[in-house]
């Protein structure tokens, strides 16, 4: 139920903060290092690699900090307030490359700034995704608040991704960084102020480490929501990453026209929302999830054989559709995941939960490095210095052949999660 009209405002707002930042370091780290710097496919798969252990290593670390914080501000608040500001200088520090720094010292300071910002987004989004299943209770309130909340993150995305190479064309990488981050930072930190989390007591139990870990490894459910999520991530982070390339070296277009098909994807995902939504209220959670990966699979074929600007720009929509109906579904079925847990043991560990299907989330970043190093090594693609003989068919490879295959794998095993009406309290099998 949710308790006033501010309320779904001032937490989904928040997503437009969290999007901005990391969205732009998804999208343009690698075109940006790459392409323009001349950094190497498998020294930038490597930093993909390390990146991803790392990831995997600090996202339970943070989910169990934030469930055991106890303060008179809650245990969520007080992480968001600090990250906020340092998610928007190391965003800024990876995009601001000094000049002189060649070799093994670009690829170390580009490790070290685009870890550092990862992490601090993984603080953010550990505490952030905690609330939602703790300030929304119920199937209806949280349809409702999280179509809000998606609706902010595409619009976060059409300005951090369609419109940052026309942004950057006019003011450069490094102050469309501090702009950005300035941004996310100011809107991070007024849904912190705003949204009203639970109280929690000094007294009340706090989740015991061992026993939190072992109950998740023991939920099957956990186990095949979290990997479908996790190749569904690696698909489109590579879409992200790799249209760019598929601009330039596949359509021979001008870099800004990635906007054209950022946007195409962006402006019918934001229209898709809503339908997407109205299907879940109408056939259920589970089922429309599962439509929305299929369909999602089968929306790269059309991008496969697009060789003009009008063509990839249409079959762009298709992916950008399914895209919405991805994101509409699935902090839901996490939500559901969170749910079962505490009706069976009676704690509130939304933190650890959130943030070990983080963990699966960013294990995408094993499938994207393999993805590069591929590449790499099957079409001579190395750099934007050295981009080899193919460097059409490398891009077009990247962009629709992974991702599409990722996707079927996720269909894959979203069928074989269900989530059937359970009474309170009742003994939850998994």
Do not use: C
């Not at 501010?6 to 969290?18: I, K, L, P, R, W």
């Not at 690698?30 to 496919?41: A, K, N």
């Not at 501090?178 to 000094?202: D, K, P, S």
């Not at 509409?328 to 070990?356: F, H, P, W």
């Amino acid at each position: 139920m949710i308790k006033n009209r501010f309320e779904s405002f001032n937490y989904a707002v928040g997503m437009f903060g969290t999007s901005i930042p990391i969205n732009m370091l998804k999208t343009y780290a690698t075109i940006y290092y790459v392409d323009r710097l001349g950094l190497s496919f498998r020294d930038w798969s490597a930093i993909l690699l390390i990146y991803t252990f790392i990831d995997a290593i600090d996202n339970p670390i943070y989910g169990i900090l934030s469930d055991r914080t106890r303060t008179r501000w809650g245990r969520r608040r007080p992480w968001l307030v600090i990250a906020a500001p340092l998610l928007g200088l190391s965003l800024v520090a990876f995009f601001a490359f000094p000049d002189g720094i060649q070799g093994g010292g670009m690829f170390l300071y580009a490790l070290i700034f685009y870890i550092l910002t990862g992490t601090i987004d993984s603080v953010i989004n550990a505490n952030y995704g905690a609330l939602f299943p703790e300030l929304f209770q119920g199937d209806a309130a949280r349809a409702v608040t999280n179509a809000m909340r998606q609706a902010f993150q595409l619009v976060a995305m059409i300005i951090s991704i369609a419109l940052t190479p026309l942004v950057t064309g006019k003011i450069g990488f490094t102050n469309t960084a501090a702009l950005y981050g300035a941004a996310g930072a100011a809107v991070i930190l007024y849904t912190a102020l705003t949204a009203r989390e639970n109280a929690v007591r000094e007294d009340d139990e706090k989740p015991q480490v061992l026993k939190s870990l072992g109950d998740l490894f023991r939920n099957r459910k956990f186990w095949l929501a979290g990997i479908a999520n996790a190749f569904y991530s690696a698909a489109m982070a590579l879409v992200l990453a790799a249209l760019p390339f598929f601009v330039k070296y596949t359509l021979k277009l001008d870099d800004s026209q990635s906007t054209v098909l950022f946007a195409s994807v962006l402006i019918v995902a934001i229209a898709g929302v809503a339908i997407w939504a109205r299907l879940v209220k109408r056939f259920g959670l589970v089922p429309v999830w599962r439509g929305a990966l299929g369909f999602l699979s089968a929306a790269y074929l059309p991008l496969f054989f697009a060789d003009t600007l009008r063509t990839a720009a249409a079959a762009s929509a298709l992916v950008g559709f399914g895209f919405a109906g991805v994101i509409t579904t699935m902090d839901l079925i996490g939500a559901k995941v969170m749910d079962e847990d505490q009706a069976r043991y009676r704690v509130r560990r939304e933190g650890i939960i959130s943030n070990a299907l983080g963990f699966m989330n960013r294990l995408s970043g094993l499938f994207t490095s393999a993805a590069f190093l591929i590449v790499f090594h099957l079409f001579g693609f190395e750099s934007g210095l050295n981009p080899g003989a193919r460097p059409d068919e490398a891009s077009r490879f990247l962009l629709t052949a992974f991702p599409a295959l990722l996707m079927a794998i996720s269909f894959a095993f979203s069928l074989t999660v269900d989530f059937p009406s359970v009474r309170s309290g009742a003994s939850m099998e998994e």
